[in-house]
């Protein structure tokens, strides 16, 4: 059973930064794109970061200077760094996999076949 796990989430104040993990399990996703999506309460789910088999990266402009995206692979884990927050960074965030060796780090929420259950992200004061 293929599984994205994350964590890391949390209420915290702008400024500050915050880590999220995502844990793959049930096939092997090294070859994966794998990607960050988030979803703020009205909002349709939007790319955040992706990355690639060889680690090549692709940000969203709001995400870009901020956040880092990197991945262990002994760990089958995927991380997004995010420094910096603000109040409109608060969302669900979402970890993706392609599900398809070797392909692009699309931002599109339609490339990508497996997800993960969210983790809340609250930036507030």
């Known amino acids: 059973q293929v599984q994205l796990v994350e964590s890391g989430g949390g209420l915290v104040q702008p400024g500050v930064s915050l880590r999220l993990s995502c844990v793959a399990s049930?096939?092997?996703?090294?070859?994966?794109?794998m990607g960050w999506f988030r979803q703020a309460p009205g909002k349709e789910r939007e790319f955040v970061a992706g990355i690639l088999w060889n680690g090549g990266t692709r940000y969203a402009d709001s995400a870009k200077g901020r956040f880092t995206i990197s991945r262990d692979f002994a760990k089958s884990t995927v991380y997004l760094q995010m420094n910096s927050l603000k109040p409109e960074d608060t969302a669900v965030y979402y970890c993706a996999a392609v599900g398809a060796a070797f392909a692009l780090a699309s931002s599109s929420v339609s490339d990508y076949r497996y997800w993960g259950q969210g983790t809340q992200v609250t930036v507030s004061s």
């Open positions: 049930g096939r092997a996703f090294n070859s994966d794109a």
